[in-house]
């Protein structure tokens, strides 16, 4: 049991150039979300699925999109990434359909820095 | 808007000592408060969660408190220890909202 993996751990990017960060889940948990952490502002909620099918925005969506690609795996997507963009990325996942009800188990996340 | 506080950003405490870490809301109308523990350099640990109708849950050597009247949290750690060291995220989830992050408190047990 693995819990919430995380890939990339790390990744350097060029100002433009995309990526996906992928992210899965072995709990069989049905809501699945993209926080991003930065010094001084905390972790802010970028998007979330709270249901197998379903995507919605959170705090910080611009400039991303995400994709939940089955019931384990809920995949974040930079198009043209931006200096702006250089974060630590986690994915979190929680049982109860709808998010935010139940606890939250976190991956060990994904650094990335945009040049 | 919820905005979550956490006071002090930091702490240093001798080992062995029993202390309690603050977290306040301004929001009251939540559904639940979360405590997290996140070490340098991984992602977040859930500790306790404490649903808006209970007034506070135990685990080992941790108790969080909750009153949503005051806008209040306090995590007490009992007989601290080197592996405490850690940043101590509290964070709470309005009904039908999100879940909003404090800052964080980092906390350092000396030997």
Redesign the interface.
């Known amino acids: 049991n693995a819990g919430v993996t995380q890939t990339p751990k790390f990744q350097v990017l060029k100002t433009g150039q995309s990526m996906t960060l992928q992210c899965a889940q072995d709990m069989n948990h049905n809501s699945m979300y993209w926080y991003r952490q930065d010094p001084g502002m905390g972790l802010r909620l970028i998007y979330y699925s709270a249901s197998e099918g379903t995507t919605d925005k959170g705090e910080v969506p611009n400039g991303y999109n995400v994709s939940r690609l089955n019931k384990r795996e809920f995949s974040l997507r930079l198009e043209s990434a931006a200096p702006s963009q250089t974060s630590v990325y986690f994915c979190a996942s929680s049982e109860a359909l709808g998010g935010f009800t139940d606890t939250q188990y976190f991956g060990p996340g994904t650094r990335l820095t945009v040049l | 808007k919820q905005e979550v506080t956490q006071i002090p950003a930091a702490l240093s405490v001798p080992e062995g000592e029993n202390l309690v870490l603050n977290c306040s809301f301004t929001d009251s109308a939540i559904?639940?408060l979360?405590w997290?523990r996140q070490d340098p350099?991984?992602?977040?640990?859930?500790l306790l969660?404490i649903q808006s109708s209970q007034r506070e849950q135990t685990s080992g050597r941790l108790n969080a408190s909750l009153d949503k009247s005051s806008g209040r949290s306090t995590l007490y750690i009992a007989a601290s220890q080197p592996g405490d060291s850690a940043t101590y995220?509290c964070?709470v989830?309005n009904q039908g909202?999100?879940?909003i992050?404090?800052?964080?408190t980092e906390l350092s047990v000396k030997p």
Do not use: D, E, R, V
Not at chain 2, 101 to 104: A, D, K, V
């Open positions: 559904y639940n979360q997290f350099g991984k992602g977040l640990t859930s969660l995220l964070a989830s909202g999100k879940l992050f404090g800052q964080g």
